[in-house]
């Protein structure tokens, strides 16, 4: 495993709290960065310490703030790390799983290239004024795409143009996701989202747009895509992809499959 990360050294005074550290790992190193943390950190309370999860480094958790240090505890290492193999946000998961329903502003970082994978000019970002909770309650059916497993349901406001968006349906499909599409024109995209809405398999052209395969032109009402615009538009959508869980809690950018598995199950 390869991992990215940014090091600072001799963080002093990092977190307010006491100790209590619940562990997992070698006992001896575990304990060694416990007493190590305990006396050159003595305000921050650890509420567990993983020492097997990553090679060469201690995984700290203090209540909801999550970072790492070397075995010997000498040095603190502050930020994300990312499995550049399997292209996963180790950080981001394990935060979401501690808890499930916080949200970040800006797209993990993911993979990109000229093979159809994800490109930081695929998507336009969204906006910081984008609303974190929304209801879903006045879109009309006739702009929902559906597609999908009989797994976590969400919904997607989406670009078929947008790199990000086109991952994000990758994930999602290997979830078994069921998955309402609600595509807006952020990337001049409106008439294959014509095309798709009016076909009569949703779910093959879905696959179809993302694939940036034509999709023969259908005749339909898509007076429901004005309406996905328009509340996009509303609630500062600017950018692709947005999701909505069941419960109107929203998430800006794309998000690997980890966080995604664990920010749904949030919703229940």
């Not at 399997?86 to 949200?103: E, F, G, R, V, Y």
Request: a neutral charge.
């Amino acid at each position: 495993m390869r991992l990215a990360f940014s090091l600072l050294m001799a963080c002093t005074a990092c977190l307010p709290g006491a100790h209590a550290a619940p562990a997992r790992g070698d006992t001896t190193t575990v304990k060694v960065v416990t007493k190590a943390i305990a006396a050159r950190l003595p305000r921050t309370r650890i509420t567990h310490i993983d020492c097997g999860v990553l090679p060469g480094l201690c995984e700290v958790q203090a209540g909801s703030t999550l970072f790492y240090t070397d075995p010997k505890a000498r040095f603190l290492v502050v930020g994300h790390v990312y499995d550049l193999e399997t292209h996963q946000d180790l950080t981001a998961a394990k935060l979401l799983a501690i808890n499930p329903d916080s949200m970040v502003a800006s797209p993990a970082p993911a993979h990109g290239g000229d093979d159809g994978s994800v490109r930081k000019s695929d998507a336009a970002p969204s906006s910081g004024n984008a609303a974190q909770k929304v209801s879903l309650a006045d879109l009309p059916v006739g702009g929902a795409i559906e597609w999908g497993g009989k797994g976590p349901h969400v919904t997607v406001f989406s670009d078929f143009h947008c790199g990000y968006c086109r991952q994000l349906h990758q994930d999602l499909k290997a979830m078994g996701a069921r998955v309402t599409e609600r595509p807006i024109s952020v990337l001049g995209t409106r008439a294959i989202s014509e095309a798709v809405l009016c076909a009569p398999d949703h779910a093959g052209a879905v696959d179809t747009a993302y694939a940036g395969e034509t999709i023969p032109k259908g005749t339909c009402d898509t007076s429901g895509l004005d309406a996905n615009e328009a509340f996009a538009r509303a609630h500062g959508f600017s950018g692709t992809p947005v999701l909505v869980r069941d419960d109107g809690a929203v998430v800006l950018g794309y998000r690997p499959r980890e966080f995604l598995e664990a920010w749904l199950k949030g919703g229940n």
